[in-house]
């Protein structure tokens, strides 16, 4: 697809469209690619935004679950492109009809910045993950790419905006590209952004001929993007405009996979860095880390993983609690008004008595479209506002555990030395002896 020339810079869709008729599943089987990365599970009423070219809210898939369109174009909402709707029934439609969607139970948050012929200023788009973010979302899903844009997304306003997001408590998932051999040798140019970053695979879980490799991103994955061909279980099939559906292939198709994966683990109670984390390390690997970096994701092993088991502080003595009128209690305690609005999601803490449990089960009482559920013994705190590679690790006064004496400094070697040998010369000086010995 040609560029627009914009004074900012521009994006384009990442996507190859196939021009053959959908052949459509029974209601019941999922879908060749949703039924590759362990899906659907419900995903139990987390926001997914998807910023891109709009999102045909009447469309039957998604019963209903679609919020109101962010429009940042021209205020008409809908979506004239139908690329939008696509990426959105992937990562969450199948309300009736096919099932094509990773997580059908998720609120679906249309920002539009894509024009019809699916153009649009990097300004456009850096706008609307900070409107995705302060909305509410959990998820943003940017099935959008270029090479040129790519390449310099770290110097641009949008790797501002996605670390904005992250601190937001949003988890950025980003389509990887559509750059072929290009992209083959040289990856991806996301680098450090705190967000995950898709490629593409085929039926064959071999990497598309069109798809560039995660490259350097430091979350990295693979979903099934289809091979190009436009035929049916070999392409992705999801919703188009109106009402029907189509296939289509690009890394734009894959990364919806994983927004909806995500969106599900946040539905567990796991604030964004746990379910970035869970989903990496549940992915199947199929071949080098810097062509699929984690691997071929996989939901269902990552709702099968065991929920962490909340640690109980060792038995002390009860502590009075602050009055109001205390001069040691902080301002504000007790008070969650500055929660952000994943609040409900990322301050899930169980019952230090109740179990370590799977994720799976039953989807652990979520109802379609509902609030998540108790987590079963998973204790999640609220999001980090820092990036990736920020705030990981605590000063050297924060690592020794309660009761455990802190390392001991220099100062402490010189005085436990100047000590012995004052007991020495006392000692020596009490048997005649003068001086110390060497």
């Known amino acids: 697809m040609r560029l627009r020339q914009g004074a900012l810079g521009v994006v384009a869709l990442a996507l190859l469209t196939a021009a053959a008729p959908a052949a459509i599943a029974s209601a019941a089987d999922p879908e060749w690619n949703v039924e590759r990365v362990g899906a659907p599970a419900s995903g139990g009423g987390v926001i997914v935004a998807v910023v891109d070219s709009g999102v045909d809210a009447t469309h039957p898939t998604f019963g209903g679950r679609v919020l109101p369109t962010i429009d940042l174009v021209d205020g008409r909402g809908g979506d004239p492109n139908g690329h939008g709707t696509h990426v959105a029934g992937t990562a969450g439609g199948g309300a009736s009809g096919p099932s094509i969607g990773v997580a059908p139970g998720i609120r679906i948050l249309p920002v539009r910045v894509l024009e019809a012929d699916g153009s649009g200023t990097l300004s456009t788009v850096s706008e609307g993950i900070r409107r995705a973010a302060d909305a509410g979302a959990s998820v943003i899903n940017l099935s959008l790419g270029d090479d040129v844009v790519i390449r310099s997304i770290t110097g641009s306003g949008l790797s501002d ?79 188009k405009p109106g009402g029907g559906y189509r296939l289509l292939a690009g890394t734009s198709m894959a990364a919806p996979h994983a927004a909806g994966a995500l969106a599900v683990l946040r539905s567990k109670g796991l604030n964004p860095q746990q379910a970035v984390d869970r989903l990496l390390a549940t992915a199947r690997p199929i071949g080098p880390r810097s062509t699929y970096g984690a691997g071929l994701i996989d939901l269902a ?9 909340p640690v109980t502080p060792a038995p002390g003595p009860a502590a009075e609690p602050p009055s109001a009128a205390s001069p040691g209690a902080p301002a504000g305690a007790g008070d969650d008004s500055s929660a952000g609005p994943d609040a409900a999601v990322d301050d899930v803490a169980a019952s230090p008595s109740a179990p370590s449990t ?45 009761g455990v004496p802190a390392p001991v400094g220099v100062t402490g070697i010189v005085a436990c030395l100047l000590g012995w040998t004052a007991l020495v010369v006392a000692a020596r000086r009490r048997r005649g002896i003068t001086s110390v010995p060497a």
């Open 358 to 402: 799977t994720l799976d089960g039953s989807e652990d009482g979520t109802p379609d479209g509902g609030e998540p559920a108790d987590a079963g013994g998973l204790a999640a705190g609220p999001a980090s506002p820092l990036g990736p590679s920020e705030g990981v690790r605590p000063p050297i006064d924060e690592v020794s555990s309660p």
């Open 161 to 239: 905006a996605i670390r904005y997001a992250w601190s937001k408590g949003a988890i950025p998932v980003l389509a990887a590209g559509n750059d072929g051999l290009v992209g083959g040798v040289f990856g991806s140019g996301y680098g450090d952004l705190p967000a995950v970053v898709v490629t593409a695979t085929g039926p064959d879980d071999r990497l598309a001929g069109y798809a560039t490799t995660v490259g350097s991103a430091q979350w990295g994955v693979a979903a099934p993007g289809g091979n190009g061909s436009g035929r049916a279980g070999e392409d992705v099939l999801s919703a």
């Open 301 to 309: 092993a990552a709702l099968r993983t065991p929920a962490p088991t």
